[in-house]
Each structure stands twice: as structure tokens, then as C-alpha cells.
């Protein structure tokens, strides 16, 4: 199971940290990624961590902006994002993905198990 929380209201310019903790006691088997769905768009790609936490791989729309880590002693992936911008709003949901490389996908398709998500507001 996964928990996202974090999400809030924010001004342009600003940041924001969001957290996804999961349960179970395999969590450091799964790579993690982040993902995004703007009212009325379709959910896309933000960002991925391997499973060591040693490669990450980001939307061009986000890269330099936001930036992704873990903690596996605390079963908790974060995505920290700057320079909020108006079309960073929307839900922002974490997934986990199994693979045997440990790398993360940036497939939506690929991905085992989601959060709720938690919604990010930029205001202009």
C-alpha cells in the first residue's frame, strides 16, 4: 500500500515536498516513480527512482525543477519539487514498479501498485 501526502496550495516560484510512504517490508525491491494528471488531461510521467536509489529519470518538463530520493530504511519515496509553476497543478500520485533491472519505467503501463495521490495547486 502506498500513502501520498504533501500536496497543498502554493504560489508560483514556490516549492513543495511531497512524500509517499508504503507499507510491506519489500519496498527497497521496487523502483518508484511519481506521476501527474491535470484536470481533464491524461496521467503523465514526472519522474523515477531505481530501487537503489542511484538513477532517476525525469519529464523534461520538470527536470532541473524537481528532484527525486528515498529513504529505504524508511519505506518513503519523495519528490521535491522548485519553481512551482500554474501547470505544475495537479494530483500527483506515486507508483511502484518491479523490475528485474531495478530501474524504473517512465510507462505508466509498467507500474504494480498506486497511491491515492494528493493534489498540488500553483496559483499565477
Known amino acids: 500500500q502506498l500513502q501520498a501526502s504533501g500536496g497543498g496550495l502554493v504560489q508560483a516560484g514556490g516549492s513543495l515536498k511531497l512524500s509517499c510512504a508504503a507499507s510491506g517490508r519489500t519496498f527497497s525491491s521496487y523502483a518508484m516513480g511519481w506521476f501527474r494528471q491535470a484536470p481533464g488531461k491524461e496521467r503523465e510521467f514526472v519522474g523515477t527512482?531505481?530501487?537503489?536509489?542511484?538513477?532517476?529519470i525525469y519529464a523534461d518538463s520538470v527536470k532541473g525543477r524537481f528532484t527525486i530520493s528515498r529513504d529505504n530504511a524508511k519505506n518513503t519515496v519523495y519528490l521535491q519539487m522548485n519553481s512551482l509553476k500554474f501547470e505544475d497543478t495537479a494530483v500527483y500520485y506515486c507508483?511502484?514498479?518491479?523490475?528485474?533491472?531495478?530501474?524504473?519505467?517512465?510507462?505508466?503501463?509498467?507500474?504494480?501498485?498506486w497511491g491515492q495521490g494528493t493534489l498540488v495547486t500553483v496559483s499565477s
Open positions: 507508483a511502484a514498479d518491479w523490475t528485474v533491472t531495478g530501474r524504473g519505467s517512465t510507462n505508466i503501463h509498467e507500474y504494480d501498485y
Open positions: 527512482i531505481s530501487r537503489g536509489g542511484t538513477i532517476r
